[in-house]
């Protein structure tokens, strides 16, 4: 038997919609949709493909369970509140303050540790898994430091691409925000650049990191301004000059 035209009413109904609505949303008319609701007629395979990708349900969902009544999971609204909930769930952040950054390099695969963090959710990131660190310092300005980095987490090193940023948390470097270039003659290290010139790229060796989060969103106070002060300036346009140097020594 079938509980398509039940269903349709009762989805109808879910969204607050009178028959005249409902049928202009799914192209039809509204006395025809009004003998589906009454199980006068069976309703078209294209009105139903129409209906279940509007409320994301699949054809035996529509066409074979009765969406209103109860069943194992509850109805259909219920099943949709679990899942909204699941789906919050799933993307809760855990975040890492500097304060709790010398305790996370011991307890990063700790699942009692990380619990014990607090959480936050972002709406628009999509479905992954997350962590939000908090930087310091002034190595990747124009990012104020205080700036806390979303980061999705990197499962496999290949995943790594060049000149992106990402949170590395290593055993000998703790917490950093830096760029990442791997290096062509070495597969045993990799090297971290900061965005501030002033401070040179440094080498950290693959089995030395614990772990690579790729920055996915920066969060700032709305109060801070990126502001570069005279000798931060200056220092930029030395280590560039210097770098110019040393390209021409080698070039020739």
Known sequence: ???????????RKLRGWTQEQFANKISIKRSLLGAYEEERAEPRIETLQTVCAMFKLSMDDILLKDLEVPNGGGSYIDKRRAMKMASSASAEIHFVPVKAAAGYLA???????????NTFTLPMLAPGYYRAFEIVGDSMLPTPSGSVIVGEKVENFEEVKNNNAYIVVSRNNGIVY?????????????????????YDPYQVEKEDILELWKAQMIIT???????????QLAGMVNNLQEQVSSLKKKMN
């Open 1 to 11: 038997m079938s509980h398509a035209g039940k269903n349709l009413r009762y989805l």
């Open 107 to 117: 307890g990063y695969a700790d699942t009692e540790f990380i619990d014990e963090l």
């Open 178 to 198: 830096k760029r990442i270039n791997k290096n062509n003659r070495s597969k045993n290290n990799i090297t971290l650049i900061s965005d501030n010139p002033i």
């Open 221 to 231: 106070k709305a109060t801070v301004q990126n502001r570069w002060d005279v000798g």
